[in-house]
Structures are given as structure tokens and as C-alpha cells.
């Protein structure tokens, strides 16, 4: 039973940086109907703009408290994340928004493949390891839970009651619900659309870098090709949650993170990812449109 | 009011103006962008923490490169394209194309007589200018044959164009006989001709057939069926795979497993198939791209069979169809067969031809299939999948044959893939290796198999030529090294290629089926990817 728990902690922690994520591929998704491939690289730059900054402030100041480290890296890593994906967005996809669906599918594809390369050859191809930030360990009936997961799951927690105020109770979030139910209906109400998207993606990159700062802190490492695999895993999550929906991004976001704890702690560690994909498949069979996702009305 | 007053302030900007204005935003932006990750690079010390090194310098050369583009851009790139549009007022013409304006014959004449003028003292090149002058003239010399071939290329556009798929199957035809008959001639010497050629046919030549052939294939399923698969490298990984293991472990020769690969790897296409038939979009690509991580952490993890990320190597090579080999110490020998010098071109040479052979047979089929009952269907399913139901046409075989057909020509190239390394991992079967071949695929212009040899031979050959460039140490310091930058170029030419051209190189198509004329119809007014 112990160990149950404990690896639902652990699940619990990974499911909450998948689920952050995830939230970026799904507005992104619900505002435009496009696959954003670049925000895994976001994340990574994220990790990895956190990790110079930290650098930057261990360099400094010598002794100063983590947690004021700690929202530094976090605020800086999410302007900077959010200037790329706002340029980004208006150099790469933008001047195709009216074009056809696959074409903004490979500026996206294009966009990640330099990111990652960009990165690499900036600032080399190694990985880049930091001494650990938070080391204390809490130990509760024989579970043993962090000091870092907790930071984690108590942020993720903060931020998703953040975001649910803004999309749910402020105008912009309206307008973003607007935009995604009808865009040329929200224009034609008065509702800048261009600006609305871009501040969509401003908010995806902002949860991106902060689950890359949680990333650097919870690892204490990081690479250029980093963002490859949680992208992707999120991106299954967002699918699994059914695309689209916030809750479902956090839901499926969760879900993955269990499913791999879970089935590294009673399986083989070398088919965790084996499993969190077949699962994705075995849903989908059953669920064509994700376990939250609204089914698709086909119009003819 | 305060934006009619800001789109007011613009009609009245000058060009130079709004360039300057821009050239302002794009360095403030840029600045932004690189001041870390340019201005600072994270380096290990002695005890192995990490330390910044700031390269300002560097910076502010990147940022002022890109204020100075965005100017020059923004100031005279616009004002000329709309110049380019606007009829002059006397004459009633619009004003000559760039073309023709920049392959003019006196220019092409005065590049003929330079670069053969540099020719000719090559060899003295060093002695006259001494060597870091040599180098730009090399490299002044490189851009006027460059120049020439071009204005070449240009002048003939027409017949080209009229003439595209015969020209191509020719030129790929006599290319290993030109590379090697060209570097004899250069070098003096027949063994040192085909010792030379390696590089060009093996680098160049076979690297880019095999891409067309992928491409080809997964146009199979994405350009005439319109499912969007992001996970077609599993399936030249089960061809590599199953060509790897059975010659290894069973020792059966090339030619009988070149079908059983298709084979398997058409299985696998159905087994895919089935889950996803009733997915649409991105959920199809989602579970194709988790299929082909699936396939390849099989092959990593499962290491009793395939030997983990260590990979199979020692996969014997492909004969001659049984009647020569191309193993030095077997008795039959190509050298020995035929009396000639041993040389490891012939292999490679051989192997051109197979892949040549492979990828036409692709073409072949796809062009045969479309115009069959089930190519028409898988175009209808494209293009409107509940019509497709209406009409009676069975969707589930539909779908199904497009991914069994497609995985087939992937198995195949996969098999090819391993006959020609002798050695397979699963890194050779990334996501990335799927990206690429999408990309190629839209690219090209979807269901266009001309565009898409064109889009193969551009990237995977733009990229490749990169390795080639040593005359830009001479720009940048000994310690450039192009090939760094390979994958980051790759990936912003997709970007700029895509918004340049968002159909792809070949942009419109002609309807297989029609009702008393064909007529072609612009891509843009058709549907395609919804799966």
C-alpha cells in the first residue's frame, strides 16, 4: 500500500508538468484547430532560459532564499518563452491561417526542428546539469514525498486556479471561448481575433516555461533534445483528455503521469512509454474524440 | 481614431521610413530573442560546473544582421515586388521578370569566361594571390559555374517544363556514369574516377532516391488517401528490421527478402490500420506518430532479438542477382568476373540502380493505382469521405489498402536501407525521419510525384551539400563547421519554403477521373489531410 501511494505521488508530480503542457497544445488546438509540433521546444527553451538565468543569479547573489530563486527563474523563463511563441506565431503561422490545415502543421514541424538546433548550437549539444536547488525530503508514514513535488504540485495547482479565473470570469477569456467557437463570428463582434490568438499563445508558452522551470528543478538537467519526448507525451495527453477542453488536457495530463509511475514501479521501466502509447490507442478505439472531447458533428 | 491616425502615418511613410521603423522593432524583438541564448553560452569549467561565457560581440553582429535584412527587406524587397505588378504606362507590359532581368547573355558569357579563366590558373591561384585570396576566388569561381549552369537551366525552362519526367529519368540514368567520367577526366585516372565517385553516388545520389522513394510512398497514404500518418518511418523500420535479422539469422539473399519485407511491413500497415479506421484528423496522427515511437522502443528494449540500441550489423550485402558479388574475398567477384581493377564504387554504383529501379517502381504503381477503381477511391476518400460513404464505396478496405500499400514501398526502402549501411539501430527510425519525409511530401505539393522528387532533391540535397562547403571556413574561421548547422537550416527552410509556397512546388493538379475535358484545378479550391 505504501508503495502504491508513493508512486501516486510520484505520478502525481510527473502528471502535473505533463498537464501544464498539455493546457498549451489544447488552447492552441481549440483556438486555431492546429497541431502547435514547436510547443515541446517551448518547453525545452523554457528549462533551458531558467537554467541560464539561474546561472546568472548564482553567479550574483550567494546566498539568497530558494523560493525567491525560484519565482525569478519562474518569471523570467515566462517572458522570454512567451516573446518566442508570440514571434513565432506571427512569423511562422499566421501569414497561413487561411491556408490549408497541413501547411501550418510543417511551419510547426519546421519551427521545432530549428528550436532544438538553435539551442544546439547556441549553447552546445551536451547536457546541461545544476546542483540541486531543494533537497529537503518529507517523510509521512513511510512515504517518503519531497519538498520538490510538493513546490510542484502546489504551483501547477496555483497556476490552473489562475488560468481557470482568466479563461472563465475575464473578458479576454471570453473572447478566446468566442474564437474558438466562431471565429469569423467573434470578428464580426467586434472581437480582435489576430490579438486574441496571440495572447492564446502567449498564455500556452507562459504554462510551457513554467513546467519547464519545475522540469529543471525536479531533474536538475537539461538538453537541447529535451523537449521531444515530454512534448509529445503531453500532446498524448492533451488527445487522451480530448483535444480541445482544459480540463481534459489536465485530466489526461495526470493520466499519462500515472500510467508511467505506475507501470515502471510494477512492469518494466523500459516499456513505460510502450504502455502510455497503447493506452492512448486502446482510449481512442473506444473513444474516438478523448475522454473529455466533445464528438465531432459531421455537416455535410 | 488612433489607428486611422497610426495606418495614416503609414501611407505617408516612405519606404526608407517604415524600413528604418521596422529594421527598429525586428532588432528590439531579435534582442530580446538571442540576448540569452547567443549572449550567453553555458560552458563546463575544469570542476565541471557550469559557467556563462558572454559573447556580446556575437550578438550584436546577429541582431544588426537581422535589422539590416529586415530594412533592406521592408525598404526595397516590397516596394520592388509591388513595382514588379504595376504595367508600365507606355508600353502596356508589365516590367520584365526578375529572371530575365538577372540571366542576362552578356552576364552569362562574362561567368563562362571567369570561371574558366579560374580554371586554367587554378594552380597558380595560391602564388598570385596568396592563400586567403585563393579561397575567395575558389569560392567566386564555385558562384560563377553556378551562375552559368543556372542561366542554363533558365534559357531551357520551357522545354524543361514541357519535358520534366523524361529529362529526370535520364539525367538520374547517365548520373553515376557522368560523376564517374567526369572525375576521370579531371583526375587522370579511371581507378581514381570511380575511388571519387563514391561520394557523389552514395552521399548524394542513393541518399536522395531513398527519401523519393519514402516520400513516394507515404504519398500514398497522405496525398491520395489524405490520413495524415506522422509515424511512417515505423514501417521502413520493420523493412530494415526484417531484411536485418532474416539474412543475418537465416542467411536468405536480398532478393528473396525484398518482398518479404514489403510484406511484413504491409501487415504491420493493416495492423495500424485497424485500431484508427475510425479516427479523423488529429487523432489519426497522434496514434500513427505513437505507433511509430511504439515500434521503435520495441526495438530498442526487445534485446534477446534485435540487440537493443546497439543495433544489427554484418547484414551481408546484395548480389548481383546471384550471378556476382560484391564481396572481395568471394570467387565470384564482380572485379574478378569481369577482369577489372577491385573498386568499392561498383557497389555503390549497383546500389544506385536499385534504388533508382525501387523508386520508379513506386511512381509506377502509384501512377497505375490511380487510375484503377481502388486509386479513384482513395482520392474520393480525400476529398470527401462522407460522400465516399454515400456512394457505396467500403471505406474500412479503402483506408485499409492505402495503409498496407504505403507501408509496403516503406518496407521496401527499409530493406534497401539495411542491404545498403550493413547495419541498422533504432536511431535511424526517429520521429524526425517521419517529420522529414512529411515535410517532403507536403512540400512537394501533395499526390504530385514530380514536385515531391523535386522537394527530396532540394532538402535532403541542400542540406547534404552543406558538408561540401569548405570554402566558408575561408569566411568564417577555420573553426566553422557547416554541417552544425545542417538540421537548423533544414528546419527554417521548411518554414520559409512553406510560407513562400503553401501548396507545395507543384501547387495544382489534374483530376484522374473527368467528364469530357481535363481541366486542372487549382489545389486550393480541394480538401485534403482531414483523415
Known sequence: ?300 | MANIAQAMRDETATPIQRGLKEALYAGAISFGLFFLFIGLRTDQNISNELILVPRWGLLAIVVGLVMIVRFVYVAYGQPFMARQKIVNVASGLLPDSVGTRFFRLPYFIAALAIAAALMIFAGSLDGIFGAGLAGYMRFFRALAIIYALASVLFYFRAFIHAHFSALGIGVLVIYPIFVVVALTLINGSVASGFQGSLKWVDNFGIQILIYVMLAWGLNIVVGLAGLLDLGYVAFYAVGAYAYALLATHLGWSFWILLPVAGFMAAFWGVMLGFPVLRLRGDYLAIVTLAFGEIIRLVLINWREVTNGAAGISGIPKVSFFGLMSFNVSDPNYIAKVLGIAQSGAYYKIFLYYLILALALLTAFVTIRLRRMPVGRAWEALREDEIACRSLGINTTTTKLTAFATGAMFGGFAGSFFAARQGFVSPESFVFLESAIILAIVVLGGMGSLVGIAVAAAVMIGGTEILREMEFLKVVFGPDFTPELYRMLLFGVAMVIVMLWKPRGFVGSREPTAFLHERKAISSSFTKEGHG
Open chain 1, 1 to 300: 500500500m505504501q508503495y502504491f501511494v508513493q508512486q501516486m505521488v510520484n505520478g502525481l508530480t510527473l502528471g502535473s508538468i505533463y498537464g501544464l503542457i498539455a493546457i498549451g497544445y489544447t488552447m492552441v488546438y481549440g483556438i486555431i484547430g492546429m497541431i502547435n509540433f514547436a510547443h515541446g521546444d517551448i518547453f525545452m527553451l523554457g528549462a533551458f532560459i531558467a537554467l541560464i538565468v539561474f546561472l546568472i543569479l548564482s553567479s550574483i547573489f550567494v546566498s539568497v532564499h530558494v523560493v525567491l530563486f525560484l519565482l525569478v527563474m519562474m518569471v523570467v523563463a515566462m517572458v522570454m518563452t512567451s516573446l518566442y511563441n508570440w514571434t513565432i506565431e506571427k512569423v511562422a503561422y499566421r501569414p497561413l491561417r487561411g491556408s490549408f490545415r497541413l501547411a501550418p502543421l510543417i511551419t510547426a514541424i519546421g519551427m521545432s526542428i530549428a528550436l532544438s538546433n538553435f539551442v544546439q548550437v547556441t549553447q552546445g549539444p551536451r547536457n546541461k546539469p545544476i546542483p540541486p536547488m531543494v533537497s529537503t525530503v518529507y517523510n509521512v508514514n513511510g512515504i517518503s514525498i519531497s519538498l520538490k513535488q510538493i513546490i510542484i504540485v502546489v504551483v501547477t495547482v496555483a497556476l490552473l486556479a489562475l488560468f481557470w479565473y482568466l479563461v472563465n470570469k475575464t473578458s479576454l477569456g471570453r473572447a478566446q471561448r468566442a474564437c474558438e467557437q466562431d471565429r469569423k463570428m467573434a470578428a464580426l463582434l467586434g472581437i480582435d481575433v489576430d490579438r486574441t490568438i496571440s495572447i492564446t499563445f502567449v498564455m500556452g508558452a507562459a504554462l510551457a516555461a513554467v513546467a519547464g522551470t519545475l522540469f529543471l528543478m525536479y531533474y536538475g538537467v537539461v538538453a537541447f533534445s529535451d523537449g521531444f519526448v515530454p512534448g509529445v507525451k503531453a500532446f498524448t495527453a492533451a488527445v487522451l483528455g480530448g483535444i480541445g477542453s482544459l480540463p481534459g488536457a489536465m485530466l489526461g495530463g495526470l493520466m499519462i503521469g500515472f500510467i508511467e509511475s505506475m507501470w515502471s514501479a510494477y512492469f518494466s521501466i523500459d516499456y513505460k512509454d510502450v504502455a502510455a502509447f497503447s493506452i492512448l490507442a486502446i482510449v481512442l478505439i473506444f473513444l474516438p474524440s478523448g475522454i473529455l472531447g466533445r464528438p465531432e458533428v459531421e455537416k455535410v
